[in-house]
């Protein structure tokens, strides 16, 4: 069954016609295991139709992407790394030039939230596309680079200096005790946890929703999930489910390469491990921003 929620439902590459896309794709029953990777389906191994392998008993099959054209590892480390890339260069410009002084604090945040929404409907569109745009995948994060870089100098002159570079490497040291754990195993991605992670993240964001509703509308914190005791559980919380989506993301590199998905879609695997550590990076800023300011 499909997601009606591209952006929080896992992506994936799919199949259309035998090409490869992107789609918001939740398991189905009898189907991948994860319903990371639909190129292939059937009980055991659900790979087992990837339309790139070339069948014998049907006309006209889709033959495989020639050898030079299938993704790598080395692929999606290159585009991760230009788009994240992206996202540092515009948060430096943003820091630097958006000061969020009193005098000009309300024309940045104004900026920041503007970026926001803006890199929010690029990630829509993406996740609604079938193939990568590399285009859109980067303006998306050049938006999202505006929006941290302002969020981030707000918290550093107003809360703590040492506030983002702790951000930063928290936000680094669960990328890698997340890829050490599933390389090791510690970690299997499996229809159950996939299904478990999705409907945790769904109700998380629905919380926060909420929250801002009434903060908005009733002044204050709201319903105080972003304060005190509840605001530090409630962190944490979104730190673990930064980790989770993380396990996902690697389960979908994983699957994308040992099944020979096309080169172009290692950009759909940067795309969605940068709006993860975006997810986690934001999530320790709120946590330090919270433990700091209750000192």
């Not at 030039?97 to 604090?105: I, M, Q, S, Y």
């Not at 969020?151 to 809360?159: G, P």
Request: hydrophobic content about 50%; charged content about 10%.
């Amino acid at each position: 069954m499909r997601s009606s929620n591209p952006v929080f439902s896992r992506r994936g590459f799919s199949r259309d016609n035998g090409h490869a896309g992107f789609n918001a794709q939740q398991p189905q029953a009898g189907g991948p295991a994860v319903g990371t990777n639909p190129y292939v389906q059937g009980a055991g191994n659900p790979y087992a139709t990837n339309p790139y392998a070339p069948s014998d008993t049907q006309l006209g099959a889709p033959q495989a992407p020639p050898r030079g054209n299938v993704m790598t590892i080395d692929d999606v480390v290159a585009r991760t790394a230009m788009t994240l890339g992206t996202v540092f260069v515009t948060a430096t410009l943003a820091w630097f030039l958006l000061p969020v002084d009193e005098a000009n604090l309300g024309t940045s945040y104004g900026i920041a939230i503007g970026a926001a929404l803006v890199a929010f409907v690029f990630a829509i569109i993406q996740a609604f596309k079938r193939k990568a745009s590399p285009a859109l995948i980067l303006a998306y994060a050049a938006f999202e680079g505006v929006f941290l870089g302002v969020i981030s100098s707000a918290v550093s002159t107003y809360v703590s200096a040492g506030a983002v570079p702790q951000a930063v490497l928290g936000t680094m040291s669960v990328f890698a005790g997340v890829l050490f754990a599933y390389k090791m195993r510690w970690i299997r991605v499996t229809r159950r946890f996939y299904g478990f992670v999705m409907a945790a993240a769904m109700g998380f964001v629905l919380l926060m929703m909420v929250n801002l509703l009434f903060s908005v509308f009733g002044g204050g914190d709201g319903l105080g999930f972003r304060s005190g005791g509840l605001g530090i559980l409630f962190g944490v919380i979104g730190i673990i489910l930064g980790a989770c989506f993380l396990a996902l993301d690697f389960k979908q590199v994983e699957d994308g390469i040992a099944y020979g998905a096309p080169r172009e879609e290692s950009w759909l695997a940067a795309f969605g491990l940068t709006m993860t550590l975006v997810w986690i990076y934001m999530e320790f800023l709120r946590l330090i921003s919270i433990l700091q300011g209750n000192d």
